[in-house]
């Protein structure tokens, strides 16, 4: 059986065709429309793909559990999107609709970086961070289908402020545009750039950086106690060979450092294509 999988970005929406074993076998991708033209996008997208029987959509924000948008932070408009109950309706296939992170978790995990772990964490350090976690192999949704929205931790009180409307939340201190703050507003390629080439002050801000980072990452080792913990986002590809840095400062931020096995951080390995690739086999899963 095939499955489609579409994963609606803030510009771009991917979708693929997936065989049982998680291969893509096809894809199409579309610029990013208004809320309002979401759910005709996704029926065109559908049926260019020539799916079978399902369809699985990764959205980022607040998912209800039967598929509908509560709220998306970065697409305009988007307030009780119908999605789900729409498009099985208008395609009369099964339609299930998960927050993108966690969908993206979900294909790391069955085809990815996380294949054949237990317990893990997905951490996608982008513009903002996004998560996912499985834990005693079942992926978590919590009551409301809202679990693993790790970004939005508050890892500082009173700090810096957060579109979700809090403040000192982790993915403005640990995310791509964290890096631009931290740098005093130097682009974080460039900061990268120069670190990679022995800069001090440039290896002095990605030092502080993997702080940040690592904080949280202990936090969730705290609370999940992962075998694994996959990185995916634009962040680590940036740290190429000198992940060591990160794990330094993972290791130190650990409580009981030196008593305990410590979760390996390995990178994502499905790229911009976890997403769709997760939704897909989701709801493989979800619907049998
Ligand atoms: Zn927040």
Known sequence: MKHVGIDVGGTKCLG????????VVHEV??????????IDLLEKMFRELEGETTLGVGVP???TADGVIKASPNMKGAHNIAVGPELR???GIAVHVENDATVAA????????AMGARDAVMVTL????GGGIVMGGQLQRGANGFAGEIGHMVIERDGVECPCGRRGCWERYASGSALKML?????GKEVFEKFHAGDAEATAVVNTFASWIAEGLASLTNICDPEVIVIGGGVIESFATRI???EEKFSQSLYSSAMRPHPRLVPASLGEKAGAIGAALLVGEVVG
Not at 106 to 113: D, I, T, V
Request: net charge negative; proline share 5%.
């Open 106 to 113: 979900f294909g790391e995990w069955k085809s990815g970086a």
């Open 29 to 38: 991708r579309y610029p990013t429309p208004h809320a309002s033209e979401l």
């Open 61 to 63: 924000g607040l998912i």
């Open 16 to 23: 693929v065709i997936v065989d049982s074993f998680g291969q």
């Open 183 to 187: 740098s005093g507003g130097v682009d």
């Open 126 to 129: 982008g513009t903002g961070i």
């Open 244 to 246: 060591d840095v990160l």
């Open 89 to 91: 309706e208008r395609l």
